[in-house]
């Protein structure tokens, strides 16, 4: 079982960044598939970004290709959403996930486990 906290949400103009970190329990934090995943007020919880376990696949959402780029260090059990560009549309609870498969979050799925999410709002 894994344990997952992020921190790094806040308040942020539009067009600045924001980097978000997840840091996970666990020695065998490089088993997981981590992901970021973001919920709107009155909208359904939706993909943002994943990782493959040793960082050598990114996929990301297509609203935030280009913009949002999702980074893990497995020495210091942490997985980050760096986030550029930001736009009013971008303001979210962004959560943490982690799953053992890479199919798991990009075909909708539901992940193993959960963090308990950062809000991240973008004034504008």
């Known amino acids: 079982q894994v344990q997952l906290v992020e921190s790094g949400g806040g308040l942020v103009q539009a067009g600045g960044s924001l980097r978000l970190s997840c840091a996970a329990s666990?020695?065998?934090?490089?088993?997981?598939?981590m992901g970021w995943f973001r919920q709107a007020p009155g909208k359904e919880r939706e993909f943002v970004a994943q990782i493959s376990w040793r960082g050598g696949r990114t996929d990301y959402a297509d609203s935030v290709k280009g913009r949002f780029t999702i980074s893990r260090d497995n020495a210091k059990n942490t997985v980050y959403l760096q986030m550029h560009t930001l736009k009013p549309e971008d303001a979210a609870v962004y959560y943490c996930?982690?799953?053992?498969?890479?199919?798991?979050?990009?075909?909708?799925?539901?992940?193993?486990?959960w963090g308990q999410g950062t809000q991240v709002t973008v004034s504008s």
């Open positions: 996930a982690a799953d053992y498969q890479l199919a798991t979050m990009l075909k909708g799925g539901e992940p193993e486990y």
């Open positions: 666990g020695r065998t934090f490089s088993s997981y598939v």
